[in-house]
């Protein structure tokens, strides 16, 4: 599991690859309060290079959407693979971000 | 308690140490003078012998190289003679230059075996060191021939130069030995003898010079048996049995030295060395043990002390986790089987945590006719999930009981985990309500995984109603579905540690070997499906560390109850 943050002048970009499993989430908590400082953007998340997630990198996907709505922004998530889709759609977290 | 057997603890490590360390170096230095006995013992004789031919060596080669100095002395004296044989006064000069300055020789002379105009045939021109320290020089004169000794004799007629047996000088009254050389003049004719005085008293002391050990004799006899330097009173005393003897010859002089040493003097000496060694031994076996002493005071100790509290902590840690453990598993239901009276329902479950407390819920009860049951999963494992997984838990039994309208209940579980929910955990759920008497089923599927139903020995994904899990937020509106089931049927509820159980190459197991364990005892009970399916997850893993919470709830519908 591999975050990467770009900071753009209108948007923060999120590239996330690899396994977010329940391990990935403990590692990445640092990445995740930090991101939480830049929720006055809008965040875009690129999972094009995401294999697979498990409840605990949905939680994160969750805890960044809080943050941002919480400053009027939205989160996008970008590049989602069919079988994260599939999960997403299961638990109507497509319905909580903007899909693309 | 605790203090007490921290006490002994930390006690405990510096006492052992401190023996298991002296045991080791006594054992050490014990091995090592055993050894050091033996090895001297066995070489004794070769040890002694050693010693006694090293300095045998090293005075014999000392004492040939002053002879030689003093014969090369003689030899540029003798040269320089030969030239001077008709100039008395240059001779006189050379012989009392050669005396001062060459302290090895006490005096020297040339005999003249020819009338050279000096005082007449057979005349004598000597200069040496009195016991004044004053250098005399003069001309004795014989009468005739002087005493005609061997050496005089025999050097003159082969005109080779040789050292005399030692004789009282004729001039000094010392005891000397002489180095004899001819005399040759212009023509190359006989001219006569020199002698080079050499005191034996002086040989005595160049060997005294020269002795490495106080306790070795040295005596030197000369190729015709004569002495030159004599043994101690002492070692003539000792009987042969008592004296190791070891003799070398001076090669040109043909001198034999020999080197006496009491025997027991020796041992004795060896036998010093040995206790010298083992003293030795002791006292560096000492400052190892304090210095270990002293690593065990100011290192080994505190360590000690920091690793007994780890371990104190992580012990009181583990305990609380154990029972934490075994709270959380009374919590659920986990009596088997669950309604002996009940002949048209069979239920199975099983949780098995991938820590010590799990995130992952399952629970059912039987109220008037109706079973209720769910499954859940909190995300994230650990403490924190099963602190989420217990609560919902309690407002799952104290929401459901009694309300059948499955969708309410979700709502009502969300709204109160959507509050304070600062850290966005949220629990996957699957909660149905089951008439008994009907096979009736409504049921609510908060974001979790579609359960397996196998019906007539086929299993298949059943229908699922999609809503977000619970906790995330308070307005969703949850939707429910129903079913009927028939006789026979099997509703295998699961988490997503059954069906992404990872192998050690990290390669998960899958839904269909789930559905096919599960197929291949539709005909036995719940608790031969949970069983089954367990069993195939533990093959797939074979050993690899459960990466998540593995939870299964089997509920089998035997037939309709009134």
Known sequence: ?100 | MARCNEAMTKGGLQIRMTVFVTSAVLLISTAVLVIMAGRISRDYERMLDNRISDDLVAITRNIEQRMLRIEDATRTIVNTASLLVEDISDLDSVLYHTVYSINDILGMSIIYSKDYGFVGKFCERYAYLDHNGRILSGTKVYEGEPDARYHWQECYDRETSMWSDPTEGEISGLDIVCYVMPVFDDEGEHAGVSYSWVPLSYVTSFVTSYKIREDIDISIYNGNGAMLVAPDDYILKLSPDDLIVREAEIGHLGWKVILSADRNIIEEEVRKRLVSLGVMILLMSILLVLAIAFVVRHVARPFARRQYLIEKEKAVMDNEMQLASAAQKELIPHVSPPFPERKGIDISATLYPARKVGGDLYDYFILGNTLYFCIGDVSGKGVQASLFMAATHYLFRSVAAGNTAAADVAGRINVSLCADNENCRFITFWFGCLDLASGRLEYVNAGHGAPVLVRNGKAEFFPLSDNMPLGIYDGERYISRSAVLLPGDILLLYTDGVTEAMNPDENVLGPGPMMQAAESVSDGSASDVVGKVLERVIQHTSGAELSDDVTMLCVKFIKTES
């Open chain 1, 1 to 100: 599991m591999e975050i990467k943050i770009q900071d753009n002048p209108e948007n923060v970009t999120v590239v996330m690859s690899g396994s977010f499993d329940t391990s990935a989430a403990e590692q990445a908590e640092p990445t995740v309060k930090r991101l939480e400082g830049m929720a006055s953007k809008p965040m875009i998340i690129d999972c094009n290079a995401l294999e697979y997630i498990a409840s605990s990198g949905l939680r994160v996907l969750l805890r960044l959407r809080k943050a941002c709505a919480a400053q009027g922004r939205q989160v996008t998530l970008s590049g989602v693979n069919e079988d994260i889709l599939e999960v997403l759609k299961v638990t109507h977290f497509d319905q909580m971000f903007i899909m693309k």
